[in-house]
């Protein structure tokens, strides 16, 4: 299978330079397909990585690995504690991961893995860091077609987000605000899996478990599990990751 290339308007690059592009970098396979797809097309990435307190940390090292993997030569990790908060499953233990939900329901129902404002927190810092480090784009591997219904992975999300970077920093009001870049939000996830091939991406070393056990081995029943296993059959390879688990 033949993933066409994503559509997305980038930026061009400054003249003599091959421009800068912040790219959250989860630790999972859309985030590094974008790191990936942005190296590909000449972008100098600088790697974000937010430690918010997520009982998944495996994908904390995942992110330290591909970014190695990348060549890449700026890479920050963040300590931000959403922790503190509660209010998901995926930063409070008492709250259970969803296993084995309905496929009606993945889209349809905002399950309780959902991270309050998680992706508005996260943006806002790459903003941040890009305009910092002068940078003319920020990635993010958000979808909208294999999902698990998250508010803030929506085109209608991205696009208020955009309005508000021209809005709210030195360089919007200067006229060249960071373009917010979501090359995979029309992608299925076969369609992800077939470009991180043609990328050369090491997927193996990407983590989606949303409840992985302590060796960091995926569970295989959460919505990220299910959407990825069901992303790689469609593709007809095997996963690395749980073939190396």
Known sequence: MNA?????????????SRGRMVVLLSGGLDSATVAAWARARG???IGLSIDYGQRHRCELDAAKAIASHLGLTD????????AAFGGSALT???????????????????????VPARNTVFLSLALA???????????????AIDYSGYPDCRPEFLD???????LATKAGVEGHAPEIVAPLVD?????????????????????????????G???GHCDSCRLRAAGFAAVGIDDPRVAGS
């Open 4 to 16: 066409p290339l994503p559509k997305a308007v980038l930026p061009s690059p400054p003249e003599g």
């Open 43 to 45: 972008f100098d990435v």
């Open 75 to 82: 890479h920050v990790v963040l300590r931000v504690d959403l």
């Open 92 to 114: 409070d233990a008492a709250i259970p991961v969803p296993r084995d939900r309905p496929d009606a329901a993945l889209a349809a129902e905002i399950p309780t893995t959902y």
């Open 129 to 143: 860091l890009a305009e910092a480090r002068g940078a003319t784009a920020i990635g993010v591997g958000v979808n």
């Open 160 to 166: 208020a987000f955009r309005h508000l970077a021209a």
């Open 187 to 215: 992608l299925t996830k076969a369609e992800i899996v077939a470009l991180g091939v043609e990328l050369g991406l090491d997927q193996g070393l990407t983590t989606s478990c949303y409840d992985p056990d302590a060796s």
């Open 217 to 219: 081995r995926p569970c």
